[in-house]
């Protein structure tokens, strides 16, 4: 009885376990490539529409976050609640129900625009969302993508 405990023992350390462990890390790389190729840059969806974006809101050295009144302010309220303390994030929104340092209200006029817009530091276009409670999730999962992480402070030696 315990030479069988024994080998089941080692067959699930040698084989099953690290089996299941190359599986898991395999989906989550196919997930991460799937993301990132998502989340390449873009041409803007009408030129005239984008520019006059940029020419209210500063884009550059910022992640923006478009949001039209197309999207739920229980949506908008979420979202940022979730990215208000990440390095470089930008909200820009139509409607004034959030208040924050990095909140920008435009007075944009939405006709044409589509529900959500995600705007790199380098003032990218990288993808632009629907209403839809998918095309928002995706939304989600592509903001953490896109944000750069905040620079850490070198070590100086005296």
């Known amino acids: 009885m315990r030479k069988v405990i024994r080998t089941l023992g080692i067959l ?10 190359w599986y898991y890390l395999s989906q989550g790389f196919d997930y991460r490539r799937a993301a990132v190729d998502r ?11 984008f520019n006059t974006l940029a020419n209210i ?5 910022k ?3 478009f949001l039209t009144d197309k999207i739920s302010s229980e ?6 609640d979730q990215y208000k303390d990440a390095y470089t994030f930008q909200l820009v929104t139509s409607d004034n129900i959030i208040e924050g340092s990095n909140v920008v209200v435009a007075d944009i006029d939405n006709q044409g ?3 959500a817009v995600l705007i790199d ?12 409670s998918e095309s928002l999730t995706m939304l989600i999962e592509d903001t953490a993508i896109v944000i750069p992480r905040k620079p850490e402070i070198d070590i100086q030696l005296k």
């Open 63 to 65: 992640t923006t976050v």
């Open 12 to 21: 699930l350390m040698l084989v099953v376990f690290p089996a299941m462990s």
């Open 121 to 132: 530091t380098s003032s990218q276009v990288r993808n632009i969302y629907g209403v839809k």
């Open 39 to 49: 989340v390449q840059p873009k041409e803007p969806w009408d030129n005239n529409q």
């Open 75 to 80: 949506f908008k309220e979420q979202f940022y």
């Open 113 to 115: 625009f589509p529900g």
């Open 57 to 61: 809101v500063d884009l550059k050295g």
